[in-house]
T-cell receptor
């Protein structure tokens, strides 16, 4: 199993550009989520999904869109990049939405918006 | 709302000494509590979790954590720290209810183990 994979590893965008961060998992996990990590702020939840076709907002959803057409994939779209979106982005998945299952994290995407 | 607090920004410890990383939580209900570790330029790795039962939980790499309901704490411990334990440690909490696996993370503690 590859686990949770993310692409790209690094990305530089100009203000106003759009892009999609890819996330895939091969563990047949129901639950998937996107976090951003900023120094001194821990991880903050952007969006999450409890299954294919079902998504919901987390703490900091503004400026981001998600969709979940398959169990495996959960892309994160930046609609119009802003410098405030400079961050490290992590995708995570978990076996189920019920039960105390830990989350598995991808390696992250480091995004810089200039 | 559920939350965790990690009161120290950085913990310095000499190699071979006991290591403690502190976490307190605030939830309404019985919590699920987790510890994760992040090595430089890597994603988070699961260390251990508390669900119910024995208050002392053992996890990966020799780490353990003690759940204390009266003090609403879930401190991470290791009896003898290694230089390779130097990393960023996150505490997280989830209040279980159907249809949601959301975690609230603390801000993280940098652990530096000094040779």
């Amino acid at each position: 199993n590859a686990g949770v994979t993310q692409t790209p590893k690094f990305q530089v965008l100009k203000t106003g550009q759009s892009m999609t961060l890819q996330c895939a998992q091969d563990m047949n996990h129901e639950y998937m989520s996107w976090y951003r990590q900023d120094p001194g702020m821990g991880l903050r939840l952007i969006h999450y999904s409890v299954g294919a076709g079902i998504t919901d907002q987390g703490e900091v959803p503004n400026g981001y869109n998600v969709s979940r057409s398959t169990t495996e994939d959960f892309p994160l779209r930046l609609l119009s990049a802003a410098p405030s979106q400079t961050s490290v982005y992590f995708c995570a998945s978990s076996y189920s939405t019920t039960g105390p299952y830990e989350q598995y994290f991808g390696p992250g995407t480091r995004l810089t918006v200039t | 709302a559920q939350s965790v607090a990690q009161p120290e920004d950085q913990v310095n410890v000499a190699e071979g000494n006991p290591l403690t990383v502190k976490c307190t939580y605030s939830v309404s209900g019985n919590p699920y509590l987790f510890w994760y570790v992040q090595y430089p330029n890597r994603g988070l790795q699961f260390l251990l979790k508390y669900i119910t039962g024995d208050n002392l939980v053992k996890g990966s790499y020799g780490f353990e954590a003690e759940f204390n309901k009266s003090q609403t704490s879930f401190h991470l411990k290791k009896p003898s720290a290694l230089v390779s334990d130097s990393a960023l440690y996150f505490c997280a909490v989830r209040v279980p209810f159907y249809g949601n696996n959301r975690l609230a993370f603390g801000k993280g503690n940098q652990v530096v183990v000094i040779p």
